[in-house]
Structure formats: structure tokens, C-alpha cells
């Protein structure tokens, strides 16, 4: 068991360390809550970046200062409206401990408040809310960023692992997907059709967070306004298209992400208008007239990207995705699937919706 008291001291905190805890379960990143001087509430957010998929956390971490000193230069209160970053006592913004794992730390955000998910239509306008306040306060940061996670959100790439895994059939499943194996290849020119127009420029680049679900994002627990988005690691340079389309996967979906009653998934239009609404609010008249056309194909793009990373893990004999039973990747697959139809199936509502809205 690691001194984790030990570890937040290798940092520039202000006060003496009386204690951790921890928070929360991660999937990625264990995060610990530091508190100073026998305070009830904490000072600061402890957390061991994950390097393997984070394979290089320096530069992660440069991003994410420098997006924030960005933040914080164009918001009344720097200390709530965006992450601090606090560096080690080296001036590094991240530690690396004696086993080689990474840790960083950042200021508690006190008086604030999150929601671990969002279901009702309410708390979609909030998520889409946050997410447009975040893209308009780095509408204007014009550097590159590293590359966090190779190709991510790229279907050029991801057809290269697809086109590879259907070569390779390593669990023998290839003969029995004929149908599966159709949906994604009928589908392949569109998807790189839209690709393209970001690779020429066409599509512009951004700032995207590439984590938007809305615990990603605090509120003021007072009066329950937007502070501010959170959780920064996955932060790189690309389309914001894949911002709103993964929103969109997940915040529009009736059913679960691998839902086996399948009359259950589809998309919710009164979700779409939600969450869409929140964010033409504040992104309305930010976006270039290309960013509008495809907005509500975003959701497709990135709903179909899923079916096919789902499908390309069964077809590999599940070596990615942490399954429950074997058939779990195809249940996914399948899912997703129909949440991708329905989605095809109201695209002209859903552009005749933002069309009057932006």
C-alpha cells in the first residue's frame, strides 16, 4: 500500500497534510480527496494517471495547464471556473514515484456539486450546457495540443485495425457475422466522407474535451449554475464534432449501452432537443456553417464508430472491452446498432432542429 500522505507532499501544497480518501471508483485513474491542517472538507484532488492508456503523461499534463491558464485568463473567479493545476516541488506538473507510476494534483473545487448521470431532460440541457461554455472558452486557443490516445475518434484509422482484425479472425467468429460484418461495411464510405472534410480543413480544429458525459462537469452546489468541466486528460486537438456526437451516443439513448431488449434503445428526441439546446445556447452562432451541417450526424459518426470497435473486439475474441458473459460484445454491437438506426431514422428532425435553433 502506497504512502499516499508521502506522495501529496511531493507537491506545492499550502498547509500540512493531515489525511486522504478516496473518491470514487475510477475506470481509468484512482483519485484521492487531500485534506490540510484537520479541515472537514478537502483542499485537494490527488489522482495516479494511468499510463498505460495514457502512455505519455508529461504531455498530457502540459495540455491540460495550458488549457487551463488559457481558462482562467477569460473567467471572473480563475479558482472555480476552471482546473488548477498545482506542479510538484520540482516545478514538474506531475510526480513519478519509485515505481513508476505518475501522479498529479489539482485544487479542490469547494461548493460544488456533480451528477453521476443525466436522466432527465433537465439535466441533458445542463450537459449540453457545459459542454458549449467549455468550447467557447477555448474557441480561441490556437496552439496544438499532444496527442493523448493515438487516432482517436479517426475512422481511417479504425478501419485499418477493422480491415486487419477480418483478415486476422483470431476467435474464428468471422463466417457467423455476415449481417453484423454488412452494417459497418455499408456504411464505410459516408463515414469517410465526413472524415475527410476534417482531414482537408474543411471541418475545423479545436480544442475537444473527448469525455462529456456530465459527471464530467460541476456545478455551483448553492444555486446550481455551470462552474466548470473537469476531468481534462483525454483534451487534444480535433473536430468538436466528436465532442457533440459522443454527448449525443449517450445522453440520447432509451436503453442500455448493451441492453439486450433491444425494443428498449433508441434515441430519445426530447433528450436530442435537450442536450442540443444547452449547447446551441452558448455555441450557436460560434460554429462554422460545415460544424452545423454535420452536427447532428456527429451522433451517427461516433454512435457507428462504437458499433464497429464493439463488433472488431468480438470478431478479435474480446481482448479490449471487459465483458460479463461471451456473447457480450455482440449484445453491444447489436445495441448500439439500433440506437445508430434510430438515430439515421430522425436525422432530418434532428437538423430541421438545429437549424432553427442556431
Given at each position: ?40 472538507e ?57 515505481d ?28 449540453g ?24 475518434h ?43 472534410k ?15 458525459k ?77 460544424e ?67
Amino acid at each position: 500500500m502506497k504512502d499516499l500522505n508521502k506522495i501529496a507532499a511531493q507537491f506545492a501544497i499550502e498547509g500540512e497534510i493531515s489525511s486522504t480518501k478516496p473518491l470514487g471508483e475510477g475506470f481509468i485513474n484512482d483519485t484521492y480527496l487531500v485534506f490540510v491542517n484537520g479541515e472537514s472538507e478537502p483542499a485537494y484532488i490527488l489522482q495516479r494517471k494511468n499510463h498505460i492508456v495514457f502512455p505519455d503523461v508529461p504531455a498530457m499534463m502540459d495540455n491540460i495547464k495550458r488549457v487551463t491558464e488559457h481558462i482562467k485568463a477569460k473567467v471572473s473567479d480563475p479558482l472555480r471556473g476552471t482546473l488548477t493545476v498545482i506542479p510538484a516541488k520540482d516545478g514538474k506538473l506531475y510526480y513519478k514515484d519509485e515505481d513508476g507510476s505518475y501522479w498529479a494534483v489539482c485544487l479542490f473545487i469547494k461548493g460544488s456539486k456533480s451528477y453521476d448521470r443525466a436522466d432527465t431532460a433537465e439535466l441533458a440541457y445542463q450537459g449540453g450546457l457545459g459542454l458549449g461554455c467549455f468550447h467557447k472558452l477555448v474557441s480561441d486557443f490556437n496552439e496544438p495540443l499532444h496527442e493523448t490516445i493515438k487516432g482517436f475518434h479517426n475512422i481511417r484509422w479504425r478501419f485499418q485495425q477493422w480491415d486487419e482484425a477480418l483478415a486476422k479472425d483470431a476467435a474464428g467468429r468471422v463466417a457467423s457475422l455476415g449481417e453484423e460484418i454488412s452494417w459497418i461495411e455499408s456504411r464505410r464510405a459516408q463515414m469517410l466522407e465526413f472524415w475527410e472534410k476534417y482531414e482537408k480543413g474543411i471541418i475545423p480544429t479545436r480544442v475537444t474535451h473527448n469525455d462529456t458525459k456530465i459527471s464530467n462537469f460541476l456545478f455551483n452546489a448553492a444555486d446550481g449554475t455551470l462552474l466548470c468541466a473537469i476531468d481534462l486528460d483525454t483534451m487534444m486537438s480535433s473536430t468538436l464534432l466528436n465532442d457533440t456526437g459522443d454527448a449525443l451516443r449517450s445522453y440520447t439513448n432509451t436503453g442500455a449501452e448493451d441492453d439486450k431488449d433491444l425494443s428498449k434503445v433508441g434515441m430519445s428526441m426530447e433528450m436530442f432537443k435537450a442536450y442540443m439546446g444547452g449547447y446551441l445556447s452558448v455555441m450557436g452562432k460560434e460554429l462554422t456553417p460545415v460544424e452545423k451541417e454535420y452536427l447532428a450526424f456527429s451522433g451517427l459518426y461516433i454512435t457507428y464508430e462504437q458499433v464497429l470497435r464493439f463488433l472488431m473486439d468480438y470478431i478479435d475474441g474480446d481482448t479490449y472491452y471487459k465483458t460479463a458473459y461471451p456473447e457480450h460484445n455482440l449484445v453491444r454491437t447489436h445495441a448500439q446498432y439500433k440506437l445508430l438506426t434510430s438515430m439515421e431514422q430522425q436525422l432530418d428532425q434532428m437538423n430541421g432542429f438545429i437549424a432553427e435553433q442556431a
